[in-house]
């Protein structure tokens, strides 16, 4: 198993890859958040990328909206769900 600061490297990595974000991953803070007032301002698009992108990279499946709304609010909280193991 991965540990997470590792697993957060990759996530930060993988939102600027995929989201084709203006800034570089070491600018995204830990617990910077994502959607939102005050955050990195991603759309529900964007979640939908990072979704298809946890899967693919991490195997984690985000289950239902209510689940995705609490793994996608911060680099923290999705390496703790890739931790877990479960979406």
């Not at 198993?1 to 997470?4: F, G, Y």
């Not at 974000?21 to 959607?35: G, T």
């Not at 999705?78 to 193991?85: C, E, F, L, N």
């Given at each position: 198993?991965?540990?997470?600061k590792s697993i ?44 298809v992108a946890l ?33």
């Open positions: 198993m991965e540990d997470l957060k490297e990759k996530i930060k990595t993988m939102l600027v890859e995929n989201l084709m974000l203006q800034v570089s991953a070491a600018e995204i803070a830990d617990n910077q958040l994502l959607f939102g007032p005050g955050s990195l301002g991603l759309d529900s698009v964007d979640a939908l990328q990072i979704v899967e693919k990279n991490f195997g984690l499946k985000v289950a239902d909206p209510v689940a995705a709304k609490e793994i996608l609010q911060s680099v923290d909280t999705m390496a703790a769900a890739v931790q877990r193991g479960k979406g």
